[in-house]
């Protein structure tokens, strides 16, 4: 079955330090592929998404590119903030279904 | 406001209690799913549904039961609560498959269940 593969956290960095959380994912077809993130307190919102390969997904200064033949969508951010201080997920969507298959996510702090 | 809402937004039973958590969206979204957010396991789906009357299982179904007689909401029972239960559950709504941001799914708060 359809599976995520992402690094486990803490990622601990400082303000504008350059993040990448690795996600890789298993799955037959051509899948769509997600990025979340969790506020503490929170229910999940969307950060970016891309649904074909080469696609890049962005959003509030987050980049992810769909590389099918390395079968992986990395999160980057060139600088972060201590507002980004968050859990993140890496999701995938299979061809043809509804349901998302999620990572166990990880979780990144921020510090000034 | 519109969206998605979930209640409560806390609970606390005992073993062998029946819980039941709500889930209400006001966007008539087609497609409303369960999760369940554990330490380790990350969002585990529970059952979905694509429509009002269809509903089926996911990963993790055992020792619940959904129904969805209205496309708005989408209850899940807890129909003797188990402390494996304990964790915090999410609902979450998607318009749909085709086009684009269809897809996205839009998460409710969510209910930190505590099952003593």
């Known amino acids: 079955g359809d599976s995520v593969t992402q690094m486990e956290g803490p990622v601990t960095l400082s303000e504008e330090a350059f993040l990448t959380i690795n996600c890789t994912y298993t799955?037959?077809?051509?899948?769509?592929l997600f990025w979340y993130v969790q506020y503490p307190g929170e229910g999940l919102q969307l950060l970016l998404k891309a649904t074909k390969a080469d696609d890049k997904g962005s959003n509030k200064g987050f980049e992810a590119t769909y590389r099918k033949e390395t079968t992986s969508f990395h999160l980057e951010k060139g600088s972060v903030q201590v507002s980004d201080s968050a859990v993140y997920f890496c999701?995938?969507?299979?061809?043809?279904?509804?349901?998302?298959?999620f990572g166990k996510g990880t979780m990144l702090l921020v510090s000034p | 406001d519109a969206g998605i809402t979930q209640s409560p937004r806390y609970k606390i039973t005992e073993t062998g209690r029946q819980v039941t958590l709500m889930c209400h969206q006001t966007w008539s979204h087609s497609y409303m799913f369960w999760y369940r957010q554990d330490l380790g396991h990350g969002l585990r789906l529970i059952y979905y549904?694509?429509?009002?009357?269809?509903?089926d299982k996911g990963e993790v179904p055992d020792g619940y039961v959904v129904s969805r007689s209205k496309t708005e909401n989408f209850p899940l029972t807890l129909e003797s609560a188990t402390r494996s239960q304990t964790s915090v559950y999410f609902c979450?709504?998607?318009?749909?498959?085709?086009?684009?941001?269809?897809?996205?799914?839009?998460f409710g708060p969510g209910t930190r269940l505590t099952v003593l």
């Open positions: 549904s694509a429509a009002a009357d269809i509903t």
């Open positions: 799955a037959t077809g051509y899948p769509s």
């Open positions: 999701a995938l969507r299979g061809s043809g279904y509804s349901t998302l298959t």
């Open positions: 979450a709504s998607s318009p749909g498959l085709a086009g684009a941001n269809t897809d996205t799914q839009y």
